[in-house]
C-alpha cells in the first residue's frame, strides 16, 4: 500500500459495505465511493487531464470535494484546493500559478467563476456543482457521463497528490507539494496516538482546503473510519454533528473553541462521544483552553503543531500533560514534544547552527513529511529545505530539557528594536492576561530612535489608559520589550485559521518605508 489510491482500493475491498463517509443526508460506502472516484478519474481524464496536470477546485467542504482528490490521483494528477475566503482574484492567482487545467466550483460560488473566467489562461473545463441552471457544465451530468473504467496509470509513491496553497500572510500564496509519502508518514502517526477502533467516526471540520482538513479527510481512508463531513467550520453545526452522529475524534482550532464556549446552542449539545480532541494551528490562551475542557469532561485533549510545509503536526502535547492542577501546568503553554519520526532543533536564524537548550531560536524539522518543494520556486524551495531535508519553519521558539517545544513567534514577526530581538507573542501572552484584555496583536512600528518599537493593538472589555496597559507589562516584561504605544482597536484581523494578519496590520505603518522592518 504505498500510495493512497491503492489504500483506498484496500479499504473498498476488505470491507465494501462499512460507510466512509457521511455528508449531510448523504452515507457513501468504501465499495461505493472506490467506484466513484474511477468515474471521477475517467471524466477528469476525458477532459484532457493527464499525469502531473493541476485540478482546482473552489468549494466548501464536500463529498466531491474528496472524491476529486482521489480521482486526480488515480490518473496521477495533482488536487489544487482554494480557499474559498479568497476575492476573486486571488483566487484566479491560484488558479492560474498552477495551471489548472480543470476547475471545479461549489454552488455558493459561481460569482467569483463568473468575475474571473475570462482571467484563467490554463483552464479549459469550469464544473459546477448543482449548476444545472447555470452557463456551465454541470458536475453531476459531468460524472455521470463518464465511462466506468479503471485508469491504467500506477501512481508512485514520490507522486504529488496534493497542492496546497500556503495562507501569504507575508506575501503571494505559494503552493505547497505534498506526496503520497508525505501523507502516509503523517498518517501513520496517527495510528500509534488516536485509539481508534472500528467504532470510531471521524468529523472533518476544517475546511478541506487547509492542511488540517485536508489531512483529515484523507485520513477517514487510511484509518478505515467514518468521516462526517462538516461543510463549514460552524460551532452549533459542528456540535450538533457531534451529537447526531456520535463523533469520537475531531480537529479545532483555538477560536472555534473559544466560540463554542459562548454558544447556548452548543451548550445544549449532547457532545460526550467525543473521545479526542486535537486542537492547534494557533495559540491558545490557557482560559479558553480551561473552558473547553470544562465544556467537554470526558474528552482527552491533544495539542499539535505543524505547518503546511510538514504535512501537518510534527509535534504533539499529550494527554496526560492536560492537567491544568497537575505538577506541570507549564507544559500546557508549550506545543509538545516531536513525533516519534521527526527529529526538531532549534538554531540561530542567520548561522543556522545549533543554540543552547532553553534558548530561542529559529524552529527546524528533519521529518518524512516535509513537502516535496514549492510548486514552480526553486529558489524558495532551497532556502526553506536543505539537501539533507531539514526544512526552516520561519517559527521561532525554544526547547525545554524535557524536550518540550515552546513557541515564540514567526521569524518574520520578530522586532529588532535598538538591536536587540523582540517577540510579538511573548508580549500578547502578558497582555492577554489582563483580565480587561479580550483580544491583541503586537507589531513593530518605526522608530526614529530604535528603527522600530513594538505597538500593542488591543480589545477591551473596558476602559483602560494607554500607560495602564503599559505599566501592566512592564511589571512583568523587560522595559525595552513592552509596547511603547497602544491603539484601541474593535478587532484583530485573522485568517481562517485563527493566524493574526500581522501583514495587514503593519502596513499602514510602514508606507513611504522600503521595507517592513526598520
Given at each position: 500500500?504505498?500510495?493512497l489510491?491503492?489504500?483506498?482500493?484496500?479499504?473498498?475491498?476488505?470491507?465494501?459495505d462499512?460507510?466512509?463517509?457521511?455528508?449531510?443526508?448523504?452515507?457513501?460506502s468504501?465499495?461505493?465511493?472506490?467506484?466513484?472516484?474511477?468515474?471521477?478519474?475517467?471524466?477528469?481524464?476525458?477532459a484532457?487531464?493527464v499525469q502531473g496536470?493541476r485540478?482546482?477546485i473552489?468549494?466548501?467542504?464536500?463529498?466531491?470535494?474528496?472524491?476529486q482528490?482521489?480521482?486526480?490521483?488515480?490518473?496521477?494528477?495533482?488536487?489544487?484546493p482554494?480557499?474559498?475566503?479568497?476575492?476573486?482574484?486571488?483566487?484566479a492567482y491560484?488558479?492560474?500559478?498552477?495551471?489548472?487545467?480543470?476547475?471545479?466550483?461549489?454552488?455558493?460560488?459561481?460569482?467569483?467563476?463568473?468575475a474571473?473566467?475570462?482571467?484563467?489562461e490554463?483552464?479549459?473545463?469550469?464544473?459546477v456543482?448543482n449548476?444545472?441552471d447555470?452557463a456551465y457544465?454541470?458536475?453531476?451530468?459531468?460524472?455521470?457521463?463518464?465511462?466506468?473504467?479503471?485508469?491504467?496509470?500506477?501512481?508512485?509513491?514520490s507522486d504529488?497528490?496534493?497542492?496546497?496553497?500556503?495562507?501569504?500572510?507575508?506575501?503571494?500564496?505559494?503552493?505547497?507539494?505534498?506526496?503520497?509519502d508525505?501523507?502516509?508518514a503523517?498518517?501513520?502517526?496517527?495510528?500509534?496516538?488516536?485509539?481508534?477502533?472500528?467504532?470510531?467516526?471521524?468529523?472533518?471540520?476544517?475546511p478541506?482546503?487547509?492542511?488540517?482538513?485536508?489531512?483529515l479527510s484523507?485520513?477517514?481512508?487510511?484509518?478505515?473510519?467514518?468521516?462526517?463531513?462538516?461543510?463549514?467550520?460552524d460551532?452549533?453545526?459542528?456540535?450538533?454533528?457531534?451529537?447526531?452522529h456520535?463523533?469520537?475524534?475531531?480537529?479545532?482550532?483555538?477560536v472555534?473553541?473559544?466560540?463554542?464556549?459562548?454558544?447556548?446552542e452548543?451548550?445544549?449539545?449532547?457532545?460526550?462521544?467525543?473521545?479526542l480532541?486535537l486542537y492547534?494551528?494557533?495559540?491558545?490562551?490557557?482560559?479558553?483552553?480551561?473552558?473547553?475542557?470544562?465544556?467537554?469532561?470526558?474528552?482527552?485533549?491533544?495539542?499539535?503543531?505543524?505547518?503546511?510545509?510538514?504535512?501537518?503536526?510534527?509535534?504533539?502535547?499529550?494527554a496526560?500533560?492536560?492537567?491544568?492542577?497537575?505538577?506541570?501546568?507549564?507544559?500546557?503553554?508549550?506545543?509538545?514534544?516531536?513525533?516519534?519520526?521527526?527529529?526538531?532543533k532549534?538554531?540561530d536564524?542567520?548561522?543556522?547552527e545549533?543554540?543552547?537548550?532553553?534558548?530561542?531560536?529559529?524552529?527546524?524539522?528533519?521529518?518524512?513529511?516535509?513537502?516535496?518543494?514549492?510548486?514552480?520556486?526553486?529558489?524558495?524551495?532551497?532556502?526553506?529545505?536543505?539537501?539533507?531535508?531539514?526544512?526552516?519553519?520561519?517559527?521561532?521558539?525554544?526547547?525545554?530539557?524535557?524536550?518540550?517545544?515552546y513557541?515564540?513567534?514567526?521569524?518574520?514577526?520578530?522586532?529588532?528594536?535598538?538591536?536587540?530581538?523582540?517577540?510579538?507573542a511573548?508580549?500578547?501572552?502578558?497582555?492577554?492576561?489582563?483580565?480587561?484584555?479580550?483580544?491583541?496583536?503586537?507589531i513593530?512600528?518605526?522608530?526614529?530612535?530604535?528603527?522600530?518599537t513594538p505597538?500593542?493593538?488591543v480589545?477591551?472589555?473596558?476602559?483602560?489608559?494607554?500607560?495602564?496597559i503599559?505599566?501592566?507589562?512592564?511589571?512583568?516584561?523587560?522595559h525595552f520589550?513592552?509596547?511603547s504605544?497602544?491603539?484601541?482597536?474593535?478587532?484583530?484581523?485573522?485568517?481562517?485559521?485563527?493566524?493574526?494578519?500581522?501583514r495587514?496590520l503593519?502596513?499602514?505603518?510602514?508606507?513611504?518605508?522600503?521595507?517592513?522592518?526598520?
Amino acid at each position: 500500500m504505498a500510495v493512497l489510491t491503492e489504500v483506498l482500493r484496500e479499504r473498498a475491498s476488505s470491507h465494501p459495505d462499512r460507510i466512509a463517509y457521511i455528508a449531510g443526508d448523504t452515507e457513501i460506502s468504501f465499495g461505493d465511493f472506490d467506484r466513484r472516484v474511477d468515474r471521477v478519474a475517467s471524466a477528469l481524464a476525458g477532459a484532457g487531464v493527464v499525469q502531473g496536470d493541476r485540478v482546482a477546485i473552489l468549494d466548501k467542504n464536500s463529498l466531491e470535494y474528496v472524491e476529486q482528490l482521489f480521482g486526480a490521483a488515480r490518473l496521477g494528477a495533482v488536487q489544487v484546493p482554494v480557499n474559498y475566503r479568497l476575492a476573486p482574484d486571488e483566487v484566479a492567482y491560484i488558479v492560474n500559478n498552477a495551471k489548472a487545467k480543470v476547475f471545479i466550483v461549489g454552488p455558493e460560488f459561481i460569482p467569483v467563476l463568473d468575475a474571473i473566467a475570462d482571467k484563467l489562461e490554463h483552464t479549459s473545463l469550469s464544473v459546477v456543482i448543482n449548476g444545472g441552471d447555470t452557463a456551465y457544465q454541470d458536475y453531476a451530468a459531468w460524472i455521470d457521463a463518464a465511462p466506468d473504467t479503471t485508469p491504467e496509470y500506477e501512481p508512485a509513491s514520490s507522486d504529488v497528490f496534493v497542492q496546497l496553497y500556503s495562507s501569504g500572510t507575508t506575501g503571494r500564496p505559494k503552493g505547497v507539494m505534498l506526496t503520497h509519502d508525505n501523507f502516509l508518514a503523517a498518517l501513520t502517526v496517527t495510528n500509534d496516538v488516536w485509539e481508534i477502533d472500528e467504532s470510531s467516526i471521524l468529523m472533518i471540520a476544517m475546511p478541506m482546503y487547509h492542511v488540517a482538513g485536508n489531512v483529515l479527510s484523507v485520513s477517514s481512508i487510511y484509518n478505515g473510519l467514518a468521516g462526517v463531513i462538516a461543510r463549514e467550520p460552524d460551532p452549533t453545526l459542528i456540535a450538533k454533528g457531534i451529537e447526531r452522529h456520535k463523533v469520537t475524534h475531531i480537529f479545532l482550532v483555538p477560536v472555534l473553541l473559544q466560540f463554542m464556549q459562548l454558544i447556548p446552542e452548543v451548550a445544549e449539545a449532547d457532545m460526550s462521544s467525543l473521545k479526542l480532541l486535537l486542537y492547534g494551528a494557533s495559540p491558545i490562551s490557557e482560559d479558553v483552553l480551561r473552558g473547553a475542557m470544562r465544556m467537554l469532561p470526558g474528552t482527552e485533549f491533544m495539542q499539535v503543531y505543524g505547518l503546511t510545509e510538514v504535512t501537518g503536526a510534527i509535534t504533539m502535547l499529550p494527554a496526560e500533560d492536560h492537567d491544568p492542577d497537575g505538577p506541570n501546568t507549564h507544559r500546557l503553554r508549550s506545543a509538545g514534544v516531536p513525533n516519534a519520526t521527526t527529529k526538531i532543533k532549534i538554531v540561530d536564524p542567520a548561522t543556522q547552527e545549533e543554540v543552547p537548550t532553553g534558548q530561542v531560536g529559529e524552529i527546524i524539522c528533519q521529518t518524512p513529511q516535509n513537502m516535496k518543494g514549492y510548486w514552480g520556486l526553486p529558489d524558495a524551495t532551497t532556502s526553506a529545505l536543505s539537501d539533507d531535508n531539514w526544512f526552516r519553519t520561519g517559527d521561532v521558539g525554544y526547547m525545554d530539557e524535557d524536550g518540550y517545544i515552546y513557541m515564540h513567534d514567526r521569524v518574520k514577526d520578530m522586532i529588532v528594536s535598538g538591536g536587540e530581538n523582540i517577540y510579538p507573542a511573548e508580549i500578547e501572552n502578558v497582555l492577554m492576561g489582563h483580565p480587561a484584555v479580550t483580544d491583541c496583536a503586537v507589531i513593530g512600528v518605526p522608530s526614529d530612535k530604535w528603527g522600530e518599537t513594538p505597538k500593542a493593538l488591543v480589545v477591551l472589555s473596558e476602559d483602560l489608559s494607554e500607560q495602564d496597559i503599559i505599566d501592566f507589562c512592564r511589571e512583568r516584561l523587560a522595559h525595552f520589550k513592552c509596547p511603547s504605544t497602544v491603539e484601541r482597536r474593535d478587532e484583530i484581523p485573522r485568517n481562517p485559521t485563527g493566524k493574526i494578519l500581522k501583514r495587514e496590520l503593519r502596513e499602514p505603518y510602514w508606507e513611504g518605508h522600503d521595507r517592513a522592518v526598520h
